[in-house]
């Protein structure tokens, strides 16, 4: 089956620094990525959309400055968090559309703790 | 108004009982519909995925689909304790497109 890894799972950095988040397609290539955020006992809210070469697509609401989104090759996006504030802990969690079928897979998630 | 609506829950129930968890959507373009579960702090499982209206079967669960009065539900049969999750119902115009998720119902069985 399709899997989507995210890395790290589980990270804690203190406040003003950058962190960076992996999101990884193994065993198929990607047209489309999408990042979301779920704070506790709500929703996932997209963020940003991401396309393998071009810039990415940002919700209202997001700061583009604030959550760089890079989308290297088909298999890879990554999200790097700049300057984080404690409001940016959340649980980030990927989605990859696969290219073959337009399915689109999860990845497990990384849960962000700013202190 | 959301465009996906779903009760939170929480949803309390003995093992062996059917599950009824229901959303309603606005957008009559909304041609996919899915569920997913979700355990905690883990990401969103693909459950069921219909396109249109209609039903459809996968072992204990079943994904309804009336377009008709933009409502979508998932039915669990003879319930277990391993289906406790939050279930978040979720919909998108294009395939290929970001979900529009509800909020997510929290099922809990006991046994």
């Known amino acids: 089956g399709a899997v989507v890894s995210q890395h790290p799972s589980r990270v804690i950095c203190k406040s003003g620094t950058s962190v960076k988040i992996e999101c990884r397609s193994l065993?198929?290539?990607?047209?489309?990525m999408f990042w979301y955020r779920q704070f506790p006992k709500q929703s996932l809210m997209l963020m940003a959309t991401s396309n393998e070469g071009s810039k990415a697509t940002y919700e209202q609401g997001v700061e583009k400055d604030k959550f760089l989104i890079n989308h290297a090759s088909l298999t890879l996006s990554t999200l790097t968090v700049t300057s984080a504030h404690p409001e940016d802990s959340s649980f980030y969690i990927c989605?990859?559309?696969?290219?073959?079928?337009?399915?689109?897979?999860f990845g497990p998630g990384t849960r962000l703790t700013v202190t | 108004q959301k465009e996906v609506e779903q009760d939170p829950g929480p949803l309390s129930v003995p093992e062996g009982a059917i599950v009824s968890l229901n959303c309603t959507y606005s957008n009559s373009a909304f041609q996919y519909f899915m569920w997913y579960r979700q355990y905690s702090r883990k990401g969103p499982e693909l459950l069921m995925y219909t396109y249109s209206s209609g039903n459809k079967e996968d072992g204990r669960f079943t994904a309804q689909v009336d377009k008709s009065s933009k409502y979508i539900s998932l039915f669990i049969r003879d319930s277990q304790p391993s289906d406790s999750a939050t279930y978040l119902c979720a919909t998108v115009q294009q395939a290929g497109t970001a979900l529009i998720f509800g909020k997510g119902t929290t099922l809990s069985v006991s046994s």
């Open positions: 989605s990859a559309v696969r290219r073959a079928d337009y399915e689109q897979y």
């Open positions: 065993d198929f290539q990607a047209t489309t």
